[in-house]
């Protein structure tokens, strides 16, 4: 795994750690990957959220995806970024297809440079894994580097994060980011507006190199960032979805306290809606 770069992190908002996972690791969580949602058709428990297929259960419930998210070498990351301990709190998705492609960013407060969120440290970060190449094909990250300190989507320059399959791409939830990203054949690196890449035809395109799997898994310190963005999935009907198909046992509990600071999202979530 290469080296995690706090400085270069905190600088642009966001990282790209090269050969996290292996190709054999990769290829077991898209093998895994299909079939949850295929069960998850059966029964009923996914959604269409952006037009990409979401599981809505617990990930730490499945193996290979408690696996990934309790991993020393994405528990590493996590810490260094962090600078402590890092907390879960059960904020794992697993999505098949075409997520969101405008840039926008995931912190709670997007319009107000002087709400808390803007103003103290934001030690919430979302790690992503893309099981796929995306460093010469389309269907990646892209990134505005500096834009973490900004309200405004538009600021800091557009990059697409050359990712490959087993990398991990880390970013701050104020940082500005789209998915999706289109490549043209004739100048792969330039970052293209959402309202462009919806309409370029596919002749002057790179094409994805298979469907897109993504998992993206979300870590931070107890803080006052992390009680607003928890307040924030307690009313935004695709988390309450995930929340409430959500169930941690005592033994569950147990094996992740032993690796990070758990905070059980099902507790809390009862907790606020009994107010």
């Not at 697993?94 to 709400?115: A, L, S, V, W, Y």
């Not at 939830?173 to 054949?185: E, Y």
């Amino acid at each position: 795994m290469q080296e995690v770069n706090k400085s270069a992190f905190d600088t642009d908002g966001f990282l790209l750690v090269k050969d996290v996972l292996s190709i054999e690791e990769v290829e077991k969580l898209r093998e895994v990957s299909y079939k949850l949602i295929e069960q998850d058709e059966k029964d009923g428990t996914f959604i269409i959220h952006r037009f990409a297929k979401n599981h809505i259960g617990c990930l730490t419930a499945i193996p290979e995806f408690k696996k990934l998210i309790l991993d020393d070498r994405v528990i590493e990351i996590a810490t260094k970024l962090l600078g402590a301990k890092p907390t879960f709190f059960g904020d794992g998705i697993m999505e098949i297809g075409i997520g969101n492609r405008g840039f926008h960013k995931d912190t709670t407060n997007r319009i107000d440079p002087n709400h808390p969120d803007w103003t103290e440290d934001y030690p919430v970060i979302r790690i992503a894994f893309y099981l796929e190449d995306h460093a010469i094909h389309s269907g990646g990250l892209k990134v505005r580097k500096g834009s973490q300190n900004t309200i405004k989507t538009t600021k800091g320059k557009a990059v697409i994060l050359p990712t490959t399959a087993g990398d991990a791409a880390i970013f701050c939830l104020k940082t500005s980011h789209a998915g999706n990203a289109v490549r043209l054949k004739l100048a792969p690196e330039i970052s293209l507006h959402n309202s462009l890449e919806k309409i370029i035809p596919d002749f002057l395109r790179v094409p994805e190199e298979k469907e897109r799997i993504s998992i993206f898994l979300t870590y931070g310190l107890k803080s006052g960032a992390l009680d607003r963005y928890l307040e924030f999935m307690y009313n935004h009907k695709v988390y309450i979805k995930r929340i409430e198909n959500s169930f941690y046992s005592q033994e569950l509990r147990d094996e992740i306290s032993k690796k990070v600071d758990f905070l059980d999202i099902t507790k809390t979530y009862r907790e606020y809606k009994s107010k």
